[in-house]
Nanobody
Framework: QVQLVESGGGLVQAGGSLRLSCAAS????????MGWYRQAPGRQRELVAV???????NYADSVKGRFTISRDNAKNTVYLQMSSLKPEDTAVYYC???????????????WGQGTLVTVSS
């Protein structure tokens, strides 16, 4: 089965930067949109950024100008470059992808297990 594995999370001071990676593995026929979501303590999961297979992007207003999403289609990997981090960015970050598996009947949504990002004051 297809799995998404995130990496790059950790502890960083306010104003610092982190780069998250998410690699999809398995018998993948095609990958459509990929994105990053986050869930902070006591809050609902929210969309951070999304990128289409053609490179089009969309960002939450709270991260515009600070975060950049990108992808490497050959590696089935999506990245999130985070700069000027704020304490309110602290959350578990999850990657998401629409994937058509080999021998499958269509696209389905797959989620990673999440990686924790903690931004200290």
């Amino acid at each position: 089965q297809v799995q998404l594995v995130e990496s790059g999370g950790g502890l960083v001071q306010a104003g610092g930067s982190l780069r998250l990676s998410c690699a999809a593995s398995g018998l993948i026929f095609s990958t459509r949109a990929m994105g990053w979501y986050r869930q902070a303590p006591g809050r609902q999961r929210e969309l951070v950024a999304v990128i289409t297979s053609g490179g089009g992007t969309n960002y939450a207003d709270s991260v515009k100008g600070r975060f950049t999403i990108s992808r490497d289609n050959a590696k089935n990997t999506v990245y999130l470059q985070m700069s000027s981090l704020k304490p309110e960015d602290t959350a578990v970050y999850y990657c998401n992808a629409d994937v058509w598996v080999v021998r499958g009947e269509g696209f389905r949504e797959v989620w990673g297990q999440g990686t924790l990002v903690t931004v200290s004051s």
